[in-house]
């Protein structure tokens, strides 16, 4: 990991405020759904991509039921069905 030499603090209700140039540049736009990763005293903060939960795959997403899946594992199932 690199430091971007950017310093926030946590405000009363725990939230911080990311920097609109890191936003800009990894792509994150407003209620863009982060994922919250912790090892030891290192938090990091990951744009959340739904996969699919048979092959882990993140191309052409389906939600069915509450499950993602993606069109490839539904052609699958598919064809045993």
Sequence with gaps: MKSTGIVRKVDELGRIVLPI???RTLDIAERDALEIFVSED???L???QP???FCDSAKNIITYKGKNVCTSCISSLADKA
Excluded: F, Q
């Design 42 to 44: 290192t938090i990091m």
């Design 51 to 53: 996969t699919c939960v």
């Design 21 to 23: 140039e890191l936003r």
């Design 46 to 48: 990951k744009k959340y």
